[in-house]
């Protein structure tokens, strides 16, 4: 112990805490032409430092200390090289220690290094693109700090603390401060363990395991106050839209409540988002004013998938409901209770109870239901707050700047409105709600160049096409519930709204268009059903013109006729194609055998 003791005195202490400050904070400030510059003094220090341990660790009699340190510095010297893109020297280093600690990855004092070596080498495969590996690392990270408390009880040493001398000859360093250090970094350590873990099943693909890790990370960081209140209420908002995937609402409601109380500790929002850039202001400036704001835009949209996802379920609810009291397989336990809740789901929730943040989010949770809605003004209060949550977001994601964003929200602005209509039995204000849906998108396509953003457009053409094609039906639906005949403006109106549904469905297939003006003989996988679709929706809306002139009505049908043929063709050529479009390709080989005998029969009338 002597000899420890006198190499710490000597050297050994402040040449390591002068690395450690150099790599830690030093490096913050290194100019961008040498962004490693203290990094790599540091690397020196702890590489000389490594050298001389090594020297004692040969001639000393008692080593386990001496292992202790040599792996320490390993880590660091890991970590360091990882940091400064150095990775294969990094994952030397970092595998060297834990070699050294394989018999003593529970001692006291090498717990916590083989802890933070191991996160480091999942960390490390994982960005490595193999999961699968860094999966590894980390369960066996999982599995120490777990045998650890079992085996031992109490905390290890912090790895920094093996550097310092009063660690070894101060006789009170066991008091409750000394303790309540070691828990609270040992804890701190596999907090990173769970984090990195969420992170990892979620590459994997596996979501319920990494919602699970990621609830368990949120709520240590809330239990020991060791969180950022941007990032933890953006993880929060991310699990969220786990549950809400898993139509668990009450979670993913609590979950989202909980994200915004956490970001308010940055700041109420204001009363609008934008940020204007300044004279002469640098981008890094620019972006370090957005922060806050921008962490405000994404969670009123995140607040907003979430509507989304509530009233897109409670439409599927209702089906189903009336599915089951229409149908054959009726079961009065399959029935949802009055409160929209099913037993299994009763069940869950309350198994969640125990999983909810200790916060007071009364009167944030009370924004918005957590229960499927079944009528229009239900639906309608979840509708007013998920616009008032887009336009919100729209203050910070303007168009110009942020097109893509810009254009999601208006897109889930439409969906909002869509889903609304479904609960309107009115078909004239249906009508009414899926024209502003058509009024915004048109207004967004015109906004955007078809070079640099044809995805976009494409996605846009055909929602348009849709809108528009959902306007004739209805309008088609209320001539047919009139006793009266359909007047010369209704005549008018559903032919205009058979032209323009076309029009957008003829513009989203000639974007496939190759530069000789031909279509591909094979669209890609992801493509080919909405063409395909195009063309069928095409096919019927070619049929929906009212026409007193034989020829148009004619031309119309063989239109009608051709769009059918194109996709009966396309399935023929490509067999991959027909379980794409399998409902409406049956549909299409009909009519291609059925269109001719009635545009004869339309001839015939006429002589």
Not at 353 to 374: H, K, R, W, Y
Request: proline fraction near 3%; charge should be negative; glycine fraction near 4%.
């Amino acid at each position: 112990m002597e000899l420890l003791t006198q190499f710490l005195n000597e050297e050994g202490e402040h040449r390591y805490l002068e690395a450690v400050k150099l790599n830690d904070e030093t490096s913050k400030s290194d100019p961008e032409r040498e962004p490693y510059k203290s990094m790599y003094e540091a690397r020196e220090i702890w590489m000389n430092l490594k050298g001389k341990v090594e020297k004692y660790l040969s001639t000393a009699s008692e080593t386990s200390v001496w292992i202790f340190l040599n792996a320490a510095l390993h880590l660091k010297l890991g970590v360091n090289s990882i940091d400064t893109d150095d990775t294969s020297v990094g994952e030397e280093h970092l595998k060297q220690s834990i070699n050294m600690l394989e018999s003593d990855k529970t001692h006291v004092k090498g717990c916590n290094i083989a802890q933070n070596v191991l996160n480091q080498l999942g960390i490390l495969f994982s960005d490595r693109c193999d999961p699968e590996k860094g999966l590894e690392y980390l369960l066996e990270a999982e599995s120490l700090y777990k045998k650890f408390r079992e085996t031992n009880g109490g905390a290890p040493w912090p790895v920094d603390d093996l550097f310092l001398v009063k660690s070894y000859t101060d006789l009170d360093q066991q008091k409750e401060a000394f303790v309540q250090k070691c828990i609270m970094n040992f804890e701190n350590t596999y907090t990173h363990t769970l984090y990195y873990l969420a992170q990892v099943y979620g590459k994997l693909e596996n979501s319920d395991l990494s919602a699970k890790y990621c609830q368990e990370t949120l709520h240590r960081q809330l239990d020991m106050n060791k969180y950022q209140p941007l990032d933890w209420s953006m993880n929060a908002a991310t699990l969220s839209q786990y549950y809400f995937s898993c139509n668990n609402f009450v979670m993913s409601r609590h979950c989202m409540a909980s994200a915004e109380f956490i970001l308010k500790e940055t700041g109420e929002p204001g009363s609008s988002l934008r940020v204007e850039p300044m004279p002469e202001e640098s981008q890094v400036s620019l972006t370090n004013r957005e922060r806050i704001p921008k962490a405000w835009a994404d969670l009123y949209r995140c607040w907003a998938k979430y509507g989304l996802a509530l009233l897109e379920f409670s439409m599927d609810r209702l089906f189903k409901r009336s599915d089951l009291f229409d149908g054959k397989d009726y079961n009065k336990n399959e029935e949802p209770g009055a409160d929209g809740r099913d037993e299994e789901t009763k069940t869950r929730e309350k198994e969640d109870g125990e999983m909810l943040f200790n916060l007071e989010l009364t009167s944030i949770e009370n924004q918005i239901t957590d229960a499927p809605v079944c009528v229009f003004d239900e639906a309608r209060k979840v509708f007013l707050k998920m616009q008032a949550w887009l336009n919100a977001a729209k203050d910070f994601y303007v168009i110009d700047g942020h097109c893509s964003d810009y254009v999601d929200i208006v897109r889930d602005q439409s969906q909002v409105y869509k889903l609304l209509a479904f609960f309107e039995v009115d078909l004239e204000r249906q009508c009414k709600m899926h024209k502003r849906r058509a009024d915004m998108l048109e207004v967004v396509l015109k906004e955007l160049n078809r070079q640099y953003y044809l995805l976009v457009c494409r996605q846009l053409m055909f929602e348009l096409g849709e809108i528009y094609s959902t306007m004739l039906d209805n309008k088609l639906a209320l001539i047919e519930t009139s006793d009266d005949p359909p007047s010369g403006h209704a005549c008018k109106k559903i032919n205009l709204l058979a032209q323009q549904s076309i029009g957008h469905f003829q513009a989203f297939v000639e974007s496939f268009r190759k530069p000789d003006g031909k279509l591909p003989e094979q669209f890609q996988d992801s493509d080919e059903r909405p063409v395909m679709i195009a063309h069928f929706y095409c096919g019927r809306l070619f049929s929906k013109f009212v026409e007193l002139d034989v020829a148009k009505n004619v031309q119309n049908l063989k239109h009608s006729l051709d769009y059918y043929k194109f996709l009966v063709t396309y399935c023929q050529r490509n067999e991959s194609a027909r379980e794409k479009v399998k409902s409406e390709l049956e549909i299409c080989e009909e009519m291609v055998v059925l269109l001719p005998a009635k545009m004869d029969k339309i001839r015939n009338q006429t002589i």
